[in-house]
T-cell receptor, first 114, second 112 residues
């Protein structure tokens, strides 16, 4: 069965610095999607970034980028120039079009220190 | 303005009562999902539906029921059989080709 692991329950970063959140997953499939979601104190889940497994190029969205290592089954999120508004829970997620469901990791709580 | 709405935002229930949480989407997505989130925890799947009039149990379906009579609506009923229903409930929808989840704002249910 597919699983998603986030080994860092809590992380902190100084404002304007860079932080990397880790995620590993387990699957026997070759075609799938990976996501990072952000949940701020409002609890609204917001998609941060999406990666298709067939794409070798790492996805980027402004200050957010991923390091997708397919062979290692690793999908880390890098946040550059951290801002106070980046403080939130971050969830890594795995999905397949043939599987119907998305599997979420347990989350990493990110604090941003002014 | 496309999106997912959930109502109410806060809901209080007495023990032994059934309550229904509303979820509506106008994104024309085929799939809809219900998740439960406890404080400091991740998301646990309760039920999901890929098409109208069909739905499947997730990981924690006991004490919950759903219906999918319309593509845009997927209400969740929390029954009196659910032993610990106090939690935050999130509804999501997704287009089948990408499985990207689009979330509603959530409902906070408290049992008094």
């Amino acid at each position: 069965a597919q699983t998603v692991t986030q080994s860092q329950p809590e992380m902190s970063v100084q404002e304007a610095e860079t932080v990397t959140l880790s995620c590993t997953y387990d699957t026997s499939e070759s075609d799938y999607y990976l996501f990072w979601y952000k949940q701020p104190p409002s609890r609204q889940m917001i998609l941060v970034i999406r990666q298709e497994a067939y794409k070798q190029q790492n996805a980027t969205e402004n200050r957010f980028s991923v390091n997708f290592q397919k062979a290692a089954k690793s999908f880390s999120l890098k946040i550059s120039d951290s801002q106070l508004g980046d403080a939130a829970m971050y969830f890594c997620a795995y999905g397949e079009t043939s599987y119907d469901k998305v599997i979420f990791g347990p989350g990493t709580s990110l604090s941003v220190i002014p | 303005d496309g999106g997912i709405t959930q109502s109410p935002k806060y809901l209080f229930r007495k023990e032994g009562q059934n309550v229904t949480l509303s979820c509506e989407q106008n994104l024309n997505h085929d799939a809809m999902y219900w998740y439960r989130q406890d404080p400091g925890q991740g998301l646990r799947l309760i039920y999901y539906s890929q098409i109208v009039n069909d739905f499947q149990k997730g990981d924690i379906a006991e004490g919950y029921s759903v219906s999918r009579e319309k593509k845009e609506s997927f209400p969740l009923t929390v029954t009196s059989a659910q032993k610990n229903p106090t939690a935050f409930y999130l509804c999501a929808s997704s287009p089948r080709l990408t499985v990207e989840q689009f979330f509603g704002p959530g409902t906070r249910l408290t049992v008094l």
